[in-house]
């Protein structure tokens, strides 16, 4: 799916020397740095889920 998104000039420099540095497209680019946001989320949200409940087992 296509999408537009705006960038301030200063992300767009830096993320074309990212994608240079890279050897990547600004596309490939951009999908790269959403799933790795998304992969981090996903990692923090696991271990919040790890430890639910353990302050109230630790605390009768």
Known sequence: ???IVDLP???LA?????REVHGVSRAEAVRQAIAHLL???TTAG????????LWAAANP
């Open 46 to 53: 696991s271990a919040i889920e790890a430890t639910r409940g």
């Open 9 to 11: 000039a200063e992300q």
């Open 1 to 3: 799916m296509r999408t």
């Open 14 to 18: 830096a993320l074309d020397v990212w």
């Open 39 to 41: 992969s981090a989320e």
